[in-house]
């Protein structure tokens, strides 16, 4: 294994038993990405997107398969580690931004944090720097339902991002924005992919953002297909 390969997925298979039939969503599937790298994953509605991420998240579990974050085997770990794991190693940003809404912006942003029980005066410095890095310095103490749909997911964003996890993956993340935005969410996951040498998997079906990422990959027929430059789009 390469030293700079932090993800790695052999023979993916997700299935799902409906009314004693047996549906196949992942096919064996194949992927790897690198330290840093950034993926956009596109693909028809329906194809398995969502259920893609939610597996490599460990958010549900495979039918059969590998996968590899740093070498290790995630899918062989014990719920309890896993959860630890999921915490510490995975930021996720969704379509819709999940915030807390009885708690403030910082507060949120501090949750992975007190679930980990690190000690609370670092933690608050931390979330207090990664909403500053996303531009709300000046909204620490506003709930989400004081924030506008930008604001909520630029706080979700540093919700993701302040354990420092090595992957993020992110499901739709700007779909009920308008598209300046938008554009200005886009922005953000590069410049903090600069800044912190996170990969990130990115589902959507924004084609301008398909377009600045990296690398393209396309979920087909249960597959993976790298699609880097094609006209796809």
């Known amino acids: 294994m390469t030293q700079d390969l932090l993800l790695n997925i052999t023979n993916l298979t997700k299935e799902y038993e409906h009314r004693g039939k047996i549906i196949p969503v992942l096919k064996k599937l194949e992927l790897q990405v690198k330290k840093g790298e950034m993926c956009a994953i596109v693909g028809a509605s329906g194809v398995g997107k969502s259920t893609f991420l939610n597996v490599v998240g460990t958010l549900d579990a495979p039918t059969r398969g590998e996968i590899r ?51 609370k005066a ?21 709930k989400p339902g004081e924030l506008s749909g930008g604001e909520q997911q630029r706080v979700a964003l540093a919700r993701a991002l302040v354990m420092r996890p090595p992957l993020l993956l992110a ?4 779909g009920n924005l308008d598209g300046k ?33 990296p690398r393209t990959l396309e979920l087909k027929e249960g597959k993976v297909f790298d699609v880097s430059g094609s006209d796809i789009l």
């Not at 670092?122 to 506003?142: D, I």
């Not at 079906?205 to 600045?212: D, G, I, P, S, T």
């Open 69 to 119: 974050v740093n070498g290790e085997d995630i899918t062989r770990l014990s719920a309890h580690k896993l959860s630890h794991f999921r915490n510490r190693t995975i930021g996720f940003v969704f379509q819709f931004h999940y915030l807390l809404p009885e708690f403030t912006a910082l507060e949120n942003v501090m949750m992975p944090g007190m679930i980990q029980r690190n000690d």
């Open 122 to 142: 670092a933690l608050r410095r931390e979330a207090e720097e990664m909403l500053e890095e996303v531009g709300l310095s000046h909204r620490l103490t506003h």
């Open 171 to 174: 499901d739709e993340p700007t």
């Open 181 to 213: 935005t938008a554009a200005g969410i886009h922005d953000l996951f590069f410049e903090m992919n600069k800044k912190y040498n996170t990969s990130m998997l990115m589902v959507t079906h924004n084609v301008e953002l398909a377009k600045r990422m």
